[in-house]
């Protein structure tokens, strides 16, 4: 695939409007934790990258930027720091309205696809998780003669929230319209906003949008463009999560407990890169119990882990117990101490004693560096 003729613009569809508990106040969505070591960035950055796109367009909200640049760097885990590569992170305040854009949005975004000379762009969003073959994707595109092609992912009505948008799909796979939430089936077909769209017909789009008094996001027209370009639909058949709430991030991550669906993330036909750490293997005590439970490098476990993703470089002393959590990278659990039900970010310290417990509809979410000193249960 002839590399310069692909651009790809990542951002958030629900910036701004996803409840995350606490998660995303201190960071972008884009580099929230997920599965022990990885990043959910890396998921979008590594499917463009395994379709041989080297441009990249990255929208970010205005939070703790350091974070993106501390992970993503100069982009060479993902061969963004080629000389025919390019890379370009975009950090905008989000607005009062989440679906709405200023004027430095589209100068910006505008500015990156002139210059681009690209026939084709996809867009992806960081709320999305899947392994996608986007080549695939192009292909059939282009085998279309379309404007546009979509992608979409049928999952249960539980699973979409008020931001995702239901598409009405003809028996020609072309998008007819959409449907609203409660008029869904069951099992809804919802838009995974990821897009391949012929560049000049977007750039003329998005000037168009660019005149209005309230612009909005570039995924918000796109969805409102689909009926009229008559879309191409593209079924996703492999694992996605939705991640709109604290309850589906933490779902994704208790999905990678069953094998089926994390071999279907990471072990399909393209690997997923993130930032390689050479670090130590994790310690098991002799002592320490073990149940369902995945565990990233250099952590040392002397206590009880149950049913549980526990990240880099964290501790679980003797006689601790973790059951059915998320505990992210460099995170201390002290002796005795319990903890159950919860999302623990990055660099908490859990004193000795000190029970930490949510429920399985009610999750506790300790947020990042947060100071405890003593129990939480509720």
């Known amino acids: 695939m002839k590399i310069d003729k692909y651009t790809a613009i990542l951002g958030n569809v629900g910036a701004g409007c996803l409840d995350m508990g606490g998660l995303t106040k201190e960071r972008p969505l884009a580099t929230l934790p997920f599965d022990g070591k990885y990043r959910l960035i890396d998921f979008q950055l590594s499917s463009i990258a395994n ?40 950090f905008l305040e989000d607005q009062e309205d989440c679906r709405m854009a200023d004027r430095e949005y589209y100068s910006q975004l505008l500015t990156y696809l002139k210059t ?65 939430l409660s008029d869904a089936p069951e099992i809804a077909p919802m838009n ?20 209005k008094e309230q612009m909005r996001k570039i995924c918000f027209v796109l969805r409102d463009l689909l009926a009229e370009a008559g879309a191409l639909a593209f079924e996703h058949s492999g694992y996605l999560a939705n991640i709109n709430s604290v309850q589906a991030y933490y779902q994704a991550n208790m999905d990678m407990l069953d094998p089926q669906k ?69 995170v201390q659990i002290h002796k005795m101490a319990t903890v159950e039900y919860a999302i623990i970010d990055k660099n908490v310290q859990i004193p000795e004693g000190v029970t930490l417990r949510g429920s399985a509809d009610n999750l506790l979410v300790i947020g990042k560096g947060q100071e405890i000193t003593g129990d939480i249960i509720q």
């Open 262 to 330: 994390f071999y279907a993330l990471f072990y399909g036909n393209q690997k997923i890169y993130t930032k390689v750490k050479n670090e130590e293997a994790t310690y098991f005590d002799a002592d320490s119990r073990i149940k369902n439970s995945q565990f990233a490098s250099g952590s040392i476990i002397r206590g009880a882990v149950e049913h549980s993703v526990v990240g880099r470089n964290c501790l679980v002393d003797e006689s601790a117990s973790v059951r059915w959590s998320v505990v992210s990278p460099k």
């Open 51 to 90: 379709s041989g796109i080297r441009s990249v367009y990255a929208i970010f909200s205005g939070k703790n930027v350091r974070s993106v640049f501390d992970h993503v760097r100069s982009g060479r885990v993902w061969g963004l720091n080629t000389l025919l590569s390019h890379y370009f992170p975009s």
């Open 116 to 180: 681009s000379g690209s026939d084709q762009t996809i867009y992806m969003p960081f709320d999305i998780l899947c392994n996608i073959n986007l080549e695939q994707v192009i292909h059939v595109h282009n085998a279309s003669g379309g404007k546009v092609t979509v992608v979409y992912k049928r999952l249960p009505k539980t699973q979409i929230s008020e931001m995702n948008e239901i598409l009405q799909i003809d028996d020609t796979d072309t998008v007819a319209g959409k449907i609203s």
């Open 192 to 211: 995974a906003d990821i897009y391949v769209v012929d560049t000049p017909w977007l750039i003329e789009k998005l000037e168009e949008e660019a005149k």
